[in-house]
C-alpha cells in the first residue's frame, strides 16, 4: 500500500456495531490490516447513534442484525431518521435469503449498502468489498445538488461526454457492441454521473435535449469505429419521459440517417421498472422504432413488476438480465434461480439475452457454462472514453486467448 492509500485511509471512519466483544477485536484487527486506523466499536444501537449524530460521523458502519435490545434492522430505521449519508456492511450469521431481504430493505430507506458477509467474516471478502466501495467515498462527501439552469448550460455549452463500456459473446469472446453511458465534464466539479443529474432533466423537461445529444453523439461515434473497421453494434439508455413527444421515433431514425448508421446497429435500451409506468406511449413509439428496424432490448429485467406483460406486449429483441442476479449469483441460491429463470425466458421468446453485473471470474464462468448470448461488467471492462476503446480491443484478444485456455 503506497503512502497516499495509507493516508486515504486513515482518515475513514469505520464503526463495528455488534454484541459479541470478539467480533470487535476481530473486525478491527482485519480493518487495521488493511490500513484503516480510524476504528471504533458499540454493543448497541442507541451508543452507535451517538456516534452518528456527532461532528464526525462514521463514513462506513458494519452492521450486525442479531442483538438484544435494538437489532439491525431497527437501527436502519434509525439511521434514517437520523440522515445518515454513508455506507454499510451487513455483518450476520443469518440465512442467505434473510441477508438478501436485509440489503434491499436497507436500499429502500435510501441508504448506501455495500453488501452482506456471513459469519465468519472472510478477510477476502472484506476487502474486495471495501476496495470496490473506496473510490465512492470523496465523492459521495461531495456529492451537490445542480440546478435546471446548470444542467441547461452543460447540454450547450457540450459538457455532456459518452462512455462506453464493452460487450462481449460469451462463447467467443469476441466484442459485439458496447452500451454508451452518458457523463458531465463539469468545469469545476470534474466528472459527474448520471444518478446526480438525469432526474433532474426528466422533472425540468430537458431530457429530450439530453438525449438527443448522447444519441447523436453515439452514433456518430458508432460511424467513426466502422470506418476504423469495428463494426460495433452501440446501446443508449431512453428514459420514459422520452416517449412523451410523439417525433421521438422520427427523432431517432433521422438521427441514424445524418450519423450513416444503420438502424440495426442501434439497441434502444428501455429500463423495465419504469416502463410499467405507462402503458400506451411506449408501445406506440417502440413499435414504430422497431418497424423502422431499431433494436429494442429491455433493461435490468426482473426488477419491475410487470415483466410478462412488457414482454408479451412489445416487440423486445434483447433482454439483459439485471446485475443483481448475475454477479454472485453463484454463490446465492436465489439469485441464481432468477439468473436462470430470465436466460431461459429470454432463449423461449428468441431473445438475444445479456447478462449485466458479470464482475469476476465465477461470474464469466457461469454465463459461459449455461450459454448467455452477451455478457457485460467490469470483470470485462468499466466504462472509458471513446478513444480508448481500440487499444482496449487489442488488450481483451490477448487476454480472452488465457480465458479460453483456462477453460478447457
Known sequence: MSTADRVATAGIRILVLDDEPFMHKLLSHMLGGLGFTNVSARESGIDALVLVDSPQPPDLILLDLNMPGMDGIEFVRELVDHHYTGSVILVSGEDERVLQTTVQLVLAHRISVLGHLGKPVSLAQLSAMIDKWMPAVAPLAADRVYEPADLRAAIDNGELVNYYQPKVDVQSGAVV???????????????????????????????????????????????????????????????????????????????????????QDVILEVTESRLMLDQRAPLEILTRLRLKRFRLSIDDFGTGHSSFTQLRDIPFDELKIDRSFVHGATRDRTALAMYHASLDLGKQLGMEVVAEGVEDRDDWDLVQRTHCDIAQGYFIARPMPAEDLVGWIAMWNERRVGLAASAV
Open 177 to 263: 457492441g458496447v452500451e454508451t453511458l452518458v457523463r458531465w465534464q463539469h468545469p469545476v466539479d470534474g466528472i459527474v454521473f448520471p444518478d446526480q443529474f438525469i432526474t433532474l432533466a426528466e422533472e425540468n423537461e430537458l431530457i429530450l435535449d439530453l438525449t438527443g445529444v448522447v444519441l447523436a453523439a453515439a452514433m456518430q461515434q458508432a460511424h467513426l469505429w466502422h470506418e476504423q473497421g469495428l463494426h460495433l453494434r452501440v446501446a443508449v439508455n431512453l428514459s420514459m419521459e422520452t416517449f412523451s413527444s410523439v417525433t421521438f421515433a422520427n427523432f431517432v431514425s433521422s438521427a441514424a440517417t445524418s450519423a450513416g448508421v444503420a438502424p
